[in-house]
Structure formats: C-alpha cells, structure tokens
C-alpha cells in the first residue's frame, strides 16, 4: 500500500468518535488507516471494534507515550511506503492527504513533509503546534510561521508556499517509512514533545529535507493528551529540548554556550513561577534539569555523523525579536 495513517490513541475514545470519521471518510483508496492504541484503560478499542471494523488495529500492552508509543507501533506497520502521522484530535478534509504524497514522490530527498494546521475551535486562525512549518531560533526555542510564543495568525494566505522548514509537527506529518526506520524512530526516552522537532533534526544531518506543503490543510484541537498549564508538559518541553540541543549541536563550544544559556533563561523561567506562586512549575523546571544532568552520558552515546546542516534555523533569539516587536513571522524573518 502507498501510505498508511496511523493514529496513536490513548483514552481519546472522545477525540476518535469526533474526528476518526473524518480521516476514514477522506483516506483514498490507495491509502489505509491505522489506530495504534497506547495501552488505553477506556473503552477505545471497544468502540474501534463496533463501529470501524475496516480500521486496522494495534494493541500496544501499556502507555509507552507518543514517541515510544510510535516506535513500537509503526515497527508493525510493514507495508507501507509512506507512513503519515496523525493526532487523535485532527480532522482531515478530502484531499488532505495527496499533496503530502505527491511531495514526497516529487523529491527523494525530502524525509518528512508536513500539511498546513488549522485551529479546528477557529478554522481561520493557524494551530499552535505547527501552523505552516516549524523554525527553530539559535537557542533552540521553537516557534512557527504563523505562531511567534504566543501569538497566533489569521489565515490570510500569507503562509501559502510550499517551502523547506526546520520541522514538521508532530500532530500531522507524512514521512518516507524507510527513512524513519533507518534513522530509529523517535527517541523513545522523550517519552512527549519535541520528539519530532528532535527527528527532524536527525534527518536534515543525514542530508535529508524537511518540508511544508501549505495545499494540504488539516484542522487541529490541541491539548487533546496535556494541557498547556500541565506541570507534566513543562517538565517534558525543558528536559526534551536541552537533551536534544545536547544530542544534534555539533560544535562543542557551541553546545555548551547554547545549553548554557539555556539553562540561566530556564531559571529565570523558573523565578517567574515562583513570583506568581505557581510552585509545580518550579519544581517541573528543577526536575527537567536534574533529568537532563543524569542522562548526559546516554545523551552523548546518541549523537551521530552530520553531512549536512539544517534550514528553518533563525540566527538570533526568537524572544528578544518577540519582545522588540517582532510578533508575526514575516516582521521576524
């Protein structure tokens, strides 16, 4: 079969019943589609059963998160050329899915390409998790075109052409099987976030391209597993974005510069919560950081030869920009 979506559920019995019928309806016939359940404790699979028997089913034994969770997932998805990664709380309109494929098809350089994301709450406004492609500043910090930290855009067209990016979200992206398979997957001790950020940096190092293709638009929820408050969230995005600084820089000077700047800003981060008394994300932030000391061996043990060096990078701090006025993409860029 030419692709295969595959979609890793985790108590989201809510998220299939809203948005699975979308992606079933909208899958052409040269495609099929996959739920991946994470060890759900809900009646998921259940009503998978009763009411989308033509859906291929994964049983995973327990919570592996999502990075894991698809590497043991995909591992038993054989058949497939393309593999397309979807979130549970993603709507897919028809024809979603063929510009990803022809894209893919138009370059054999090109490892992972991703759609345009929608807010499905404001279908004319982009989606925080990728908008129209993912970027990365020189700090690390990740931001998109169409959502600077904060901001959001109006879908105006502004963001329509197809175009090389740093990383294509986790929530909606299409890859070449073999080449996630040859690079390993995500790295499953990510456990969540910024594993696909980390995947795609490994794949611009082993001389692939990450794309955007703005002709297909999907519309995602967001916060469907962790909300943006979730102290679990900002454990994970801290210690995952420092490993993955730590694993993908090349240089030595500049990876201890970077991290090192890194972790003074994620202290100040962490003197803002505790001014506004929020004591868990303090002590997320601590504990992000105590992780990432302890797993710096493991960390160096990952990193691999680069031919190649990643686009999508903006060579200056994304939050001094923000704070000077730079609130959109294109007043930043």
């Known amino acids: 079969m030419k692709a295969k979506i595959v979609i890793l559920n985790w108590n989201g019995r809510q998220h299939l019943e809203t948005y699975l019928p979308s992606v079933v309806a909208s899958c052409p016939d040269w495609a099929g589609v996959v739920v991946a359940d994470n060890g759900s ?46 979130n549970s709380d993603v ?27 929608r807010s499905w709450c404001d279908r004319t406004s982009f989606e925080y998790a990728g908008a129209s492609g993912g970027f990365m500043d020189v700090l690390g910090y990740p931001f998109c075109r169409g959502r600077i930290m904060g901001t959001i855009e109006k879908d105006c067209g502004q963001y329509d052409d197809a175009r090389n990016v740093f990383w294509a979200s986790g929530a909606a992206f299409a890859c070449r099987s073999s080449v996630f398979r040859s690079l390993g997957g995500f790295d499953g001790d990510f456990f969540a976030h910024q594993e696909e950020i980390d995947l795609c940096w490994r794949m611009w190092r082993a001389g692939y391209t990450v794309r955007v293709e703005p002709r297909s638009v999907v519309y995602h929820l967001g916060g469907g597993t962790l909300p943006t408050s979730s102290p679990r969230k900002t454990y994970l995005n801290h210690r995952n974005n420092l490993s993955m600084l730590y694993k993908n820089l090349n240089s030595p000077i500049r990876r201890t510069l970077v991290v090192g700047v890194r972790l003074v800003l994620d202290g100040l981060t962490a003197a803002m919560y505790l001014c506004k008394g929020e004591w868990q994300g303090v002590k997320a932030v601590w504990q992000a950081h105590r992780d990432f000391f302890a797993r710096r061996r493991s960390l160096r043990a990952k990193r691999t030869p680069s031919i190649a060096s990643p686009e999508g990078v903006y060579r200056g701090s994304m939050v001094l920009r923000y704070l000077f006025g730079g609130r959109t993409f294109n007043q930043m860029m």
Do not use: I, M
């Open 41 to 86: 404790t809900d009646d998921s699979v259940e009503w998978l059963v009763a009411h989308y028997p033509q859906v291929e089913l994964v049983l995973l034994d327990r919570n592996y998160g999502f990075a894991e969770g698809y590497n043991r997932a995909l591992a038993q998805v054989e058949d497939a050329e393309y593999l397309v990664l979807l």
């Open 91 to 117: 709507e897919t309109p028809e024809g979603w899915l063929t510009p990803l494929v022809e894209c893919l098809e138009s370059d054999p350089r090109v490892g992972a390409v991703a759609p345009k994301l």
